[in-house]
C-alpha cells in the first residue's frame, strides 16, 4: 500500500503539466502532499504523503508559508508518534520514524514561535539522549536535526533556561569531549548557552565543563599551528568566575596548561592579530584566579613581568596618539590590558610570597607609569558626548588603582586631570541616583554600581575614593577638588551609599564594595577637617552629613560585623561636632543625645580586664569584640577620645549624658582593677584627657570621681593633670 501510495503521488509530479525535477514540478507536488496529509483516510497514506514532504524538507526545498502549511496539516501529533515508533517495516533503516520525525521537528523549528512550543521544550530530553548515545553512521542525519531544533531553542526567549535545566550543557559536553558527530556544532552551543546563563551552567554542570575545559587546554598546549590562536578566543568562555579553577584538582590542571600555552605564545614573536587574543586570555584568568594561575619561582615571575610589560606597550602604542576609530576597535584589548597592569600593581606592592624581584617590581613601576602617562593623555582628550562610553569608565576605574597606590609619580598630570575625574563621577553619580529613582517607581531593582550593558550609569566614584583620599592630605591636589565641588558630592555620595547600606540583606561576607566606599570616604572627611575645617562649617552639606552621622551611629554600633565603620563615624562625627557645635542638630536634641551616648559606648566597651597568663594577675587588654578589628580601629579610638574630651566644654549637656552612661563608675573600676604596668602611656593619656575635661567641667562628674577613690588610682599611674583638677577647690 505505501509504495503505491509513494507511486501514485511521483505520477501525480511527473504528470502536473510542469517538467520533473522542476521548481513548479515541486511545488505542485507538495501541495498535493499537503493535500493528501489533510485527508488521509490511515496511516499509509498519511506516512507515503509523509516521505516526500520530508524528502523536500531535508533539501531546504520548503518556503516558511508551505513550512506552516506542514505544521496547520500535521501539527505535532505525528511527529510525537514517530519519535515514540520503535519497530520499523521490514527492510527499513532501525531509527527511520524517529528521523522522520526529527526531520519535521526541525523543519518546525525554523519558526520562532514553534521553537518556543511546549511540544518541542518537553522534547529537550529526548534530544540529549540523541546526542549521547552511541549512533551509527547512517544517523548523523537525525544528530544535525537535533542540534537544528538545540540552536533554534536557545535563540527563543525562555530557551537557554529550558536548555540548562533540562540538561542540555551535560549532553553537548559528553558530545564534544567524545568527539561525536557534529561536536563543533555541541561547541558553539555551549558557547551560547554560557554567554547567556554561565552561572546556571557551572552550579549544575561543573564536571562536565571541567572536562570540556581539559580537553581544550589540552589542545592548547599540544597545538603549534593557528589553531592555539582560535582557542585564545574560545577558552575564555569555559573560565568560570566561581567557583574558582584553583579549588579544584583537574581545574588547576588546565591551568598549568593554559599557562604553559601562553608562556610559549608571549614568548614568541606574534602578529597583532596573535597577541591580542593571547592577552584577552591571560586577562580572563586573571580575573578569575589574580595571579594564582602563575607558578611561583623565577619562570613565574619573569611570566608575570612579561605579560605586564606587554600589556603597557599596547596601552601606550593604542592611547598616546589615538585615533578614535582605532580606539573603539581596540578597546576590548586595551581593556584586558587594563586587568593586566591592575595585577601589575597589585604584585608591585605584595610582601607576602612575591612572584616578583624587587628590581623587576622596580622596572614594572616605570613601565607602568608611562602607561598611566598614556592614559590620562587619553582621558584629556575625551569629549563631553562621550562619557558614557563605557571605555571611558574602564581607563577612570584603573586609573583610580594607579592613584590609590602611587602617591608621587605623574603628580602634576593628575592634578590636571582632577577637574575632569570630579566631573565625570558627579556625571555618572547624579544619572545614577537617577536610574535608580525611576527604577524604584517601576519595581525594578537599580543600583550605581549595574553591571556593563544593563543601560544604567556606574559608579566611578567609588574607584577613584582611595586616590582622592591621598590627594586631599595634600595642599595643591586638596585645593583643586575643593573648588570643583568634591566635598558637597561626597556628601551626597556619602548619604546614598549609607541608604544602599541599610537595604542590603545580611550576608556572609559583610565587607561590602558599599561599606569599603562609606570607610573611604570617612577618610577624605577627616583629611578636611583637620586640613580645612572652614570648609566642613561653610558648606552646608556638611550639616546635612551630621545630622546622618548622628541618626546612623546608634543604630550600626550593635552590630558587631560593622564595627570598623562604625568606628570611622563614630570618630568622624565627634571630629566634626567640634567644628559645628553651634549648629542647631547639636543643641541637645535627641538625636545629638543619642549620637553622643553611643560614641561613648564604642569608647568604653573596647578594654577590660584580662588575667595575663605570665603574672596572672589582671592586666588592660583590648576587649574581645574589639580584638578582631583593633589594628583597623585602633588609630580612630584614640583619635575618638580626643575628640570626645574636646567636645565636653563645647556641650553643657554632655556631662550629664556620661553620667547616665556610667562610665566614670566603669572606668574607675577599671584602673583599680589592673595592674598599672599593663597600662601604656598612649592610653593613660587618653583616659586623662577625657576624665579631666570632665572634672573640669562638672561639678558632679568629679565628684563621681573622687567617690571611686580617682586620687588614688590618678597618683598610681601617674594623671598629673588629673590629680590638679581633682585637688582644686
Known amino acids: 500500500m505505501e509504495a503505491l501510495m509513494t507511486a501514485g503521488l511521483i505520477t501525480m509530479a511527473s504528470n502536473s503539466g510542469a517538467a520533473p525535477g522542476t521548481e513548479g514540478a515541486r511545488n505542485l507536488t507538495l501541495k498535493r502532499c499537503l493535500d493528501v496529509l489533510r485527508d488521509a483516510k490511515n496511516d499509509s497514506e498519511q506516512f507515503a504523503a509523509l516521505l516526500l514532504v520530508t524528502k523536500a524538507v531535508r533539501a531546504g526545498e520548503v518556503d516558511s508559508k508551505t513550512r506552516r502549511q506542514i505544521f496547520d496539516a500535521i501539527g505535532f501529533t505525528f511527529p510525537n508518534r514517530l519519535l515514540a515508533s520503535r519497530e520499523p517495516p521490514a527492510g527499513c533503516p532501525e531509527h527511520m520514524f524517529q528521523a522522520l520525525g526529527l526531520t519535521l521537528l526541525a523543519c518546525f523549528c525554523t519558526d520562532p514561535q514553534l521553537a518556543s512550543h511546549s511540544q518541542i521544550l518537553n522534547k529537550i530530553p529526548a534530544f540529549n539522549d540523541i546526542l549521547v548515545s552511541p549512533r551509527n553512521p547512517d544517523s548523523s542525519s537525525m544528530v544535525d536535526d537535533v542540534y537544528q531544533c538545540l540552536t533554534a531553542v536557545m535563540a527563543t526567549p525562555r530557551g537557554p533556561k529550558q536548555l540548562v535545566s533540562k540538561g542540555t550543557v551535560s549532553a553537548l559536553c559528553q558530545a564534544y569531549v567524545n568527539c561525536s558527530y557534529g561536536s563543533d556544532r555541541a561547541l558553539q552551543l555551549l558557547l551560547g548557552l554560557l554567554a547567556t546563563a554561565e552561572a546556571k551552567c557551572w552550579q549544575r554542570d561543573t564536571p562536565h565543563l571541567l572536562a570540556v575545559l581539559s580537553k581544550l587546554s589540552d589542545e592548547f598546549l599540544k597545538t603549534e599551528d593557528m589553531t592555539k590562536f582560535k582557542l585564545c578566543e574560545v577558552l575564555p568562555h569555559f573560565i568560570p568566575l566561581s567557583p574558582p579553577l584553583t579549588q579544584d584538582s583537574q581545574g588547576s590542571e588546565c591551568l598549568h596548561k593554559l599557562y604553559a600555552g601562553l608562556a610559549r605564545i608571549l614568548g614568541s614573536k606574534l602578529s597583532q592579530s596573535q597577541r591580542d587574543p593571547a592577552l584577552k586570555l591571560a586577562a580572563c584568568l586573571v580575573q578569575a584566579c ?84 598614556a592614559v590620562i ?24 588603582a594607579w592613584m590609590a597606590e602611587e602617591t608621587s609619580s605623574l603628580k602634576q598630570e593628575i592634578c590636571e586631570l582632577l577637574p575632569f575625574l570630579v566631573h565625570y563621577a558627579k556625571k555618572l553619580f547624579k544619572e545614577g541616583e537617577t536610574a535608580a529613582s525611576l527604577s524604584q517607581h517601576d519595581g525594578t531593582p537599580a543600583g550605581l554600581d549595574s553591571s556593563e550593558g544593563s543601560g544604567l550609569p556606574r559608579d566611578a566614584l567609588r574607584f577613584l575614593l582611595p586616590g582622592f583620599c591621598h590627594l586631599t592630605a595634600e595642599d595643591k591636589p586638596r585645593d583643586i577638588l575643593v573648588s570643583e565641588g568634591l566635598p558637597a558630592l561626597l556628601c551626597e555620595y556619602f548619604l546614598h551609599q549609607w541608604k544602599v547600606l541599610i537595604s542590603e540583606p ?213 594623671m598629673a593633670a588629673l590629680e590638679q583638677c581633682l585637688s582644686e577647690q
Not at 562610553?389 to 584603573?398: D, E, G, M, Q
Request: glycine share 4%; charged share 20%; proline share 5%.
Open 290 to 373: 589574580g595571579s594564582d594561575w602563575i607558578p611561583a619561582g623565577r619562570a613565574g615571575g619573569k611570566f608575570l613581568a612579561l605579560l605586564v610589560n606587554l600589556a603597557c606597550v599596547e596601552v601606550r602604542l593604542i592611547l598616546e596618539e589615538p585615533d578614535p576609530m582605532d580606539v573603539e576597535e581596540k578597546k576590548e584589548v586595551v581593556t584586558a590590558c587594563y586587568v593586566l597592569i591592575e595585577m601589575g600593581i597589585q604584585e608591585c606592592l605584595s610582601e607576602e610570597k612575591p612572584l616578583l624581584e624587587e628590581v623587576q617590581k622596580m622596572q614594572l613601576m616605570r613601565i607602568m607609569e608611562e602607561a598611566f602617562g
Open 377 to 400: 593623555f587619553y582621558l584629556r582628550q575625551v569629549r563631553q558626548e562621550e562619557l558614557h562610553n563605557p571605555f571611558i569608565f574602564a581607563s577612570v576605574r584603573i586609573l583610580g
Open 506 to 718: 545580611r550576608s556572609l561576607t559583610p565587607l561590602t564594595s558599599t561599606e569599603m566606599s562609606l570607610q573611604t570616604a570617612c577618610g577624605i572627611f577627616f583629611n578636611l577637617v583637620v586640613t580645612a575645617p572652614a570648609i566642613i562649617r561653610q558648606d552646608k552639606s556638611f550639616s546635612s552629613l551630621m545630622d546622618m552621622l548622628m541618626k546612623s551611629l546608634p543604630f550600626l554600633l550593635p552590630q558587631k560585623d560593622h564595627l570598623v565603620l562604625a568606628a570611622n563615624i563614630a570618630t568622624l562625627g565627634l571630629m566634626m561636632a567640634r567644628i559645628l557645635a553651634n549648629s542647631a542638630v547639636l543643641q541637645g536634641t535627641k538625636s545629638a543625645k543619642e549620637f553622643f551616648g553611643a560614641t561613648i559606648h564604642f569608647l568604653s566597651e573596647a578594654h577590660a580586664a584580662q588575667t595575663d597568663p605570665n603574672s596572672h594577675c589582671l592586666a588592660m587588654a583590648v576587649s574581645p569584640a574589639y580584638e578582631t578589628a583593633w589594628a583597623d580601629i585602633r588609630e580612630l579610638w584614640f583619635l575618638g577620645m580626643q575628640a570626645f574630651a574636646s567636645c565636653v566644654s563645647l556641650f553643657p549637656w554632655l556631662p550629664q549624658t556620661v553620667l547616665q552612661a556610667q562610665w566614670l563608675e566603669g572606668l574607675s573600676e577599671l584602673l583599680a582593677q589592673v595592674a598599672p604596668t599593663s597600662v601604656d602611656f598612649e592610653l593613660i593619656a587618653a583616659f586623662q584627657g577625657v576624665l579631666v575635661e570632665l572634672a573640669r567641667a562638672s561639678k558632679p562628674c568629679k565628684e563621681v570621681i573622687m567617690l571611686h577613690q580617682g586620687e588614688e588610682w590618678a597618683n598610681l599611674y601617674g
